[in-house]
């Protein structure tokens, strides 16, 4: 598992941390990511702290989902990408860097696929027009 001392997603849940939540239920949470890979990229994550998608337990599987469906929607209705991709990494061989499950859901790039390597660190005003974009449709 990556080594962190906090997990930043359950530090966002907690408002420890700011962040730019779309959508919080009692056991699923979008989050408008500031790293966009993709048009509209958000990360989808059960509100319990689970490791891989291996400690996912059974009545959130489910949720996580229909949470994925509806984002997918929600970016399609938001950007019109040519595609949408979906993408979850378990372990560090696997590049899983935050060691809290979650599902990346973005919208493809004009020129395809998603990105790569380093983009830039979005604010969080940024990350909440985003979400104004993309609420409607959830």
């Given at each position: 598992m990556p080594?962190?001392?906090r997990c930043p997603f359950c530090d966002y849940l907690t408002g420890f941390h700011?962040?730019?939540i779309l959508e919080r239920g009692e056991q699923v949470a979008i989050?408008?990511?500031r790293w966009q890979r993709g048009q509209g990229h958000v990360l989808?994550?059960?509100?319990?702290h689970r490791?891989?998608?291996m400690d996912v337990a059974p009545a959130e599987e489910q949720q996580l989902m229909s949470a994925v469906r509806r984002a997918a929607r929600a970016i399609t209705a938001a950007y019109d990408p040519e595609g949408i991709a979906v993408w979850q990494n378990n372990g560090?061989?696997?590049?899983q860097a935050v060691p809290h499950?979650?599902?990346h859901v973005a919208g493809t790039l004009p020129e395809g696929g998603t990105q790569s390597g380093e983009v830039p660190c979005l604010d969080l005003d940024e990350t909440e027009e985003i979400a104004k974009?993309?609420?409607?449709?959830?």
């Open positions: 080594s962190v001392d700011s962040s730019t989050l408008v990511t989808v994550i059960p509100v319990a490791p891989t998608v560090v061989s696997a590049r499950v979650h599902f974009r993309l609420s409607p449709y959830l």
